[in-house]
C-alpha cells in the first residue's frame, strides 16, 4: 500500500503535529550531543562526560511525570509549546558558554524540558484522533517522522560540532523554535468539538468546570484501572530489551569482530533506520485489524527471534546474521512503539491522557537505566553470546503477557455482553 493511502484521512491537526515532530527531532540528539560536546570541545574523559549523560538520563524520568501530569491540568499543546521554547531558550544559550562547564548544564536542563513534551505529544494525538485505526496511523505516521529527523540531525551536525559547536547550537534551538511556531498556528485543539457543537457558549462553560476540578490521584487512578496498571507495569520489558540495542549489541560487534566492531555497528544502526523508513508502512498495513495488544505481542515475538539469533555469533562469527537480526528486532520496535501508546488511548479519558502517559514514558525511563546495569550483570557472569538467550526468554514472556491481558479482556467484555467500556467508571 502506498505511504499517501497509509496515511490519508487523518485530520490537519494530525498532519502537522507529526511535521513539527518530525522537524523537532532534527535536534532531539540531547544524549550524544553532550557526550561529544564535552569530550571533543573540551577534552573531558570518558568518565566524567558520562555522569552528566547519565544525570540528563536521571533527569528525564521527573520529567516526564511532571509533563503528564501539567499537559492534564494545563492542556497538551500548552505544554509542548512551553517545554520546546524553553529548550529553545537554553540551546541557544550554550553557545554564549561555549567551551565552559556551563553547557553540560544546560543541555541537562534542556533534556528535562525536551522529556516534559513527550506525553503530551502522545496525548494529544489520542485527543486529536478519534478511533483506534486513526490513531494508529497517526502514532506510525509520528515514530516513522521522529526516525527520519533523529537519522539526519546526527549526520549534518556531525560535520560541524568539532570546530563549529556554536553552529550547532544555535541550529538545534532555531529548529525547536519552527517546530514550536507549527504547532503554535496550525494545529488547533477543539476543532471538531467545536464544529459538532451547536452552542458554544455552553461548551466553553463545561470545559472550564472540567478543568476547576482537582485532579484525581494517579495512585487511586491505577487500582480503579488493574488492567491498566498490569500493561504500563509489563511495559518495562520492552524497554529493557530494546536498550540492548545500544548496550549488549555493540559489546558484541566488539567481541565477535574486534577492531572492526565499531564500524560493523555503524553498519547495524543505518540498517535499522533504512529498515524503519522502508518497513513501518507496510508494516502498518500488513497489522491495522490487529489489536493493539496482539500487535505487541507480534513484536515482542521479533524481538526475541532478533536478538536471539545474535546467540549464533558464538558459532558463526559472520555479519550476514546481525544483519537479519538487525532487521527482525527492527519489526518488533515498530510493532511495539507504534502501538504502545493505543492501549492506554482506548481505555483512559481525555482528562488523565497525560499522566497515564507520563507513567509509561517513566516506566520506560527505569527501562533504559536499570538495562545497563542487570544486562552487564548477566555478561559478566557468563559467555557474551548466552546473554541473548536470556533476551529471548524475557521478549517471550513479554509476548505471553500481552496475550494474557488480551484473553482477560475478551473474557471480560463476553461477560459484559460486549458493552462498551464506561469510563467514568473505569475512572
Known sequence: MSLFKT??????????????????????????????????????NVVSAGIFVSMAALISGPGVLL????????GKKTIIVIGQLL???MIISCSFWSGTLTVGYLLIAVMFFISITRPAYNALIIQLCTEEKERKSAFSLMYLGANLGIAIGPLVAGFFIKDHVNIV???????FLISTFIIINQVKIGTRKELASTNSEH????EQQRSSQPPSPLFRLLLKNPLVA?????SFLNYFIYMQYSFSLPLQMNHSFGENGAAYYGSVMTINAISVIILTTVILSATRKLTALNSIATGALFYGIGFGALNLLGTFPHFSIVALSTVLWTIGEILVQTNINLYIA?????????RFNGLLLFVGCLGYTLSPYLTGIFIKSMDMESVWIIILAVSLFYALSMIILWY????????????????SKSI
Not at 496515511?7 to 561529544?36: E, H, K, M, P, Q
Not at 482477560?408 to 469510563?423: A, G, Q, V, W, Y
Open 7 to 44: 496515511y490519508a484521512g487523518l485530520s490537519r491537526d494530525i498532519y502537522y503535529l507529526c511535521l513539527a515532530r518530525t522537524i523537532n527531532s532534527t535536534g532531539d540528539f540531547v544524549f550524544s550531543l553532550i557526550t561529544l560536546v564535552l569530550t571533543l570541545q573540551m577534552g573531558m
Open 169 to 175: 547550537f544555535i541550529s538545534i534551538g532555531t529548529v
Open 408 to 423: 482477560i479482556e475478551k473474557s471480560s467484555t463476553r461477560r459484559n455482553e460486549m458493552k462498551p467500556l464506561d469510563h
Open 346 to 354: 482506548s481505555r483512559v479519558p481525555d482528562t488523565h491522557q497525560g
Open 230 to 234: 498490569f500493561f504500563i507495569v509489563v
Open 203 to 206: 461548551a466553553g462553560q463545561e
Open 67 to 74: 509533563g503528564g501530569y501539567l499537559s492534564d491540568v494545563m
Open 87 to 89: 529548550s529553545a531558550i
